[in-house]
């Protein structure tokens, strides 16, 4: 599996952001899918996960302001980001695992990570 991230940019605070992981060489509907954000200096940290079926789950900080949602048939994976915070600004990440656990909230349960895409949000 080949994921793409794309979606991240330069906004103020307060703004949204959509950030989307596109998938090729497998269909990702039986994956359980991740985002991750990096900031400089720190560990990868997890931000939300769906399983297969659609099922979510979030950081405590960004429960109620992010989204992820899937679609299958587009084979993409999304982060709708609302709400943005200056602490917010890192790098993000999608990955993916066929065999992991759901929620998957630690790096090392994916085998399939995107390049990444740089979030910056201004105050």
């Known amino acids: 599996v080949q994921l793409q991230a794309s979606g991240g940019g330069l906004v103020q605070a307060g703004d949204s952001l959509r950030l989307s992981c596109a998938a090729s060489?497998?269909?990702?509907?039986?994956?359980?899918m991740g985002w991750f954000r990096q900031a400089p200096g720190k560990e990868r940290v997890f931000v939300a996960g769906?399983?297969?079926?659609?099922?979510?789950y979030y950081a405590d900080s960004m429960e109620g302001r992010f989204i992820i949602s899937r679609d299958n048939a587009k084979n993409t994976v999304y982060l709708q980001m609302n709400s943005l915070k200056p602490e917010d600004t890192a790098v993000y990440y999608c990955?993916?695992?066929?065999?992991?656990?759901?929620?998957?909230?630690?790096?090392?349960?994916?085998?399939?990570w995107g390049q990444g895409t740089q979030v910056t949000v201004s105050s």
């Open positions: 769906i399983s297969w079926s659609g099922s979510t």
């Open positions: 060489g497998r269909t990702l509907g039986t994956y359980v």
């Open positions: 990955a993916a695992d066929w065999a992991t656990m759901f929620p998957g909230i630690k790096p090392n349960q994916y085998g399939y």
